[in-house]
């Protein structure tokens, strides 16, 4: 299934009426509940972690950008089903390796919004007909302690355990949530490339679904690169 999404962040305070969702902290959700918003609330921790050394396989963080890796206060929408958002979302974002590779490293940006939950579950996954499988290559358990949503520009990182990776295949990075979750978390939307699009995809009413955006998410792959 091919989606289409719009984001328009000058009309982003008119929808906030009609929101999903609305958090204590003044987040909120597009009325669809698919991407979260912060309005206003840009606070700069310092620096970010220091970047793998390990060859590049994929890249969505801003790097060379002196003002942030990504954007603080706007992400793609990540909720248990016990959430205040009422239902599951997950989200992810594909890549595809130039050659044959071991990821060996994730680095990445998933901020907290709310919940007695604080841990996602991070994923890799194989492509089916343009979504990810029904069960990942590999996943990890994470706790998001690096940044809280709106405020920038921590990175979380997690080892990808030197998964091998066949170049010209398209895969894919996701965060899911167990099954008895209730956190409500964003997957900082990345902005290294605002023009091309890429391939992206949300599970929603139990069922992934496909689309293209220019904004990706905050997430880099690196490991061994022939």
């Known amino acids: 299934m091919k989606r289409t999404i719009v984001v328009l962040s000058v009309i982003?305070?008119?929808?906030?009426?009609?929101?999903?969702?609305?958090?204590?902290?003044?987040?909120?959700t597009s009325p669809d509940g698919r991407i979260t918003f912060m309005p206003g609330r840009a606070v700069n921790h310092g620096s970010p972690a220091a970047q793998s050394k390990d060859p590049v396989i994929f890249n969505e963080l801003a790097t060379k950008d002196p003002n942030g890796l990504y954007w603080c206060c706007e992400g793609w929408t990540v909720s248990g089903p016990n959430s205040v958002i009422g239902e599951e979302i997950w989200y992810a974002q594909a890549f595809t390796p130039?050659?044959?590779?071991?990821?060996?490293?994730?680095?990445?940006?998933?901020?907290?919004?709310?919940?007695t939950y604080t841990d996602v579950v991070l994923a890799i996954y194989a492509d089916c007909?343009?979504?990810?499988?029904?069960?990942?290559?590999?996943h990890?358990?994470?706790?998001?302690?690096?940044?809280?949503?709106?405020?920038?520009?921590?990175?979380?990182?997690?080892?990808?355990?030197?998964?091998?990776?066949?170049g010209g295949t398209q895969y894919w990075v996701a965060a899911t949530?167990?099954?008895?979750?209730?956190?409500?978390?964003?997957?900082?939307?990345?902005?290294?490339?605002?023009?091309?699009?890429t391939n992206q995809a949300d599970y929603v009413s139990g069922t992934w679904g496909a689309f293209s955006y220019s904004l990706s998410a905050a997430v880099e792959v690196t490991g061994t690169v022939p």
Do not use: R
């Open 12 to 28: 982003v305070l008119a929808f906030s009426l009609t929101a999903f969702a609305a958090s204590k902290n003044g987040a909120f």
């Open 98 to 115: 130039a050659a044959n590779s071991h990821a060996k490293k994730l680095t990445f940006q998933i901020s907290y919004v709310e919940g």
């Open 129 to 138: 007909s343009g979504v990810p499988c029904a069960t990942p290559l590999k």
């Open 140 to 166: 990890w358990t994470v706790t998001l302690d690096t940044e809280t949503f709106g405020t920038c520009c921590a990175v979380e990182t997690h080892s990808a355990g030197n998964l091998a990776l066949t």
């Open 177 to 197: 949530t167990e099954a008895a979750s209730d956190i409500w978390a964003a997957f900082n939307m990345g902005v290294y490339d605002q023009v091309d699009d």
